[in-house]
């Protein structure tokens, strides 16, 4: 498609695409992963019972078939005046929701920063750019091991990976 000749070209990469199938047997609808082997029924895949029952009962019209874009890692987060945090400083899957957490700890990072600089602005971004370089690989890590889970159980533990990981690592600054 256009579109995604052209996110490429804006360094965005396409991940997952959810769509809906019908199963011809049971006249059931359900929902997968393209190619990612979920299951074809979500509550006898491991999924909440409510939730499964939620997302069965949405009519295919009222559901959005948006691919999820990644934008690729950056060679840096800093400049000479400038810093990159949050959002603006990464491209990380919705699949973890780390977004939020990870804008508040760029804030403590560079603050920290530049109170153990004293002034000096160019050695302050350049260990905040240091620091949260693999701070985010790490994320990015446990990031694709989550949105490639073949099932609840594997996302589930892939996801508990993630957060006891956040929580005995924490950030330089924080």
Same mark, same amino acid.
């Given at each position: 498609?256009?579109?995604?000749?052209?996110?490429?070209?804006a360094?965005?990469? +396409?991940?997952?695409?959810?769509?809906?199938?019908?199963?011809?047997?049971?006249?059931?609808?359900?929902?997968?992963?393209?190619?990612a082997?979920?299951?074809?029924?979500?509550?006898?895949?491991?999924?909440?019972?409510?939730?499964?029952?939620?997302?069965?009962?949405?009519?295919?019209e009222?559901?959005?078939?948006?691919?999820?874009?990644?934008?690729?890692?950056?060679?840096?987060?800093?400049?000479?005046?400038?810093?990159? *945090?949050?959002?603006?400083?990464?491209?990380?899957?919705?699949?973890?929701?780390?977004?939020?957490?990870?804008?508040?700890?760029?804030?403590?990072?560079?603050?920290r920063?530049?109170?153990?600089?004293?002034?000096d602005?160019?050695?302050?971004?350049?260990?905040?750019?240091?620091?949260?370089?693999?701070?985010?690989?790490?994320?990015?890590?446990?990031?694709?091991?989550?949105?490639? *889970?073949?099932? *609840?159980?594997?996302?589930a533990?892939?996801?508990? *990976?993630?957060?006891?990981?956040?929580?005995?690592?924490? +950030?330089?600054?924080?």
């Amino acid at each position: 498609m256009a579109g995604d000749r052209g996110a490429a070209r804006a360094g965005l990469t +396409p991940r997952s695409v959810i769509r809906p199938s019908v199963s011809r047997q049971s006249g059931h609808r359900h929902r997968q992963g393209a190619g990612a082997g979920a299951p074809a029924h979500l509550a006898e895949g491991g999924w909440n019972a409510a939730l499964a029952g939620l997302i069965e009962g949405t009519p295919d019209e009222a559901i959005l078939h948006n691919q999820i874009m990644f934008v690729r890692p950056l060679p840096t987060f800093v400049s000479r005046r400038v810093v990159l *945090a949050g959002d603006a400083a990464h491209g990380l899957s919705p699949h973890i929701a780390a977004s939020g957490t990870l804008g508040v700890e760029d804030v403590g990072v560079l603050a920290r920063a530049l109170a153990d600089n004293c002034g000096d602005i160019a050695s302050a971004l350049k260990e905040y750019d240091a620091d949260r370089r693999v701070r985010y690989e790490g994320v990015r890590e446990h990031s694709r091991a989550v949105e490639s *889970a073949d099932d *609840a159980p594997s996302y589930a533990e892939h996801y508990a *990976a993630f957060s006891h990981w956040m929580l005995a690592e924490p +950030p330089r600054g924080g």
